[in-house]
């Protein structure tokens, strides 16, 4: 959608630079938000797609680590993602709509 942020890589770590110097902020994470995928019909595409996008922000903030920024928080999900995300190692927080509920039962590793 290209809504927010910026792409993995070296923009990501270029944005952590700048912000590492600012008096005042302070880098502590790093959120993904796959909006696009949330409507998709098929779930088996919507998980798939969906995994491969967590697979950049959870390598994203590992790239972060390595650099020397500490990040804490890998934030991701919506309502029609959260029960994908809840399964992948690495994110931290989830994003769901206040009103979402949790329709089949899924063990989190």
Known sequence: MRRTGVAAG???LALARH???LKHSRLIGVQGYEG????????E??????LESMKILTDTAGELRNAGFSIEVVTTGGTGTTEFC????GVTELQPDPSFSWTRTTEIP
Do not use: G, N, S, T
């Open 86 to 89: 809840a399964m992948v190692p």
């Open 36 to 43: 696009r995928l949330q409507r998709l019909h098929d779930q």
């Open 10 to 12: 070296e923009l990501a």
């Open 19 to 21: 912000i590492d110097m």
């Open 45 to 50: 595409d919507r998980e798939k797609q969906y």
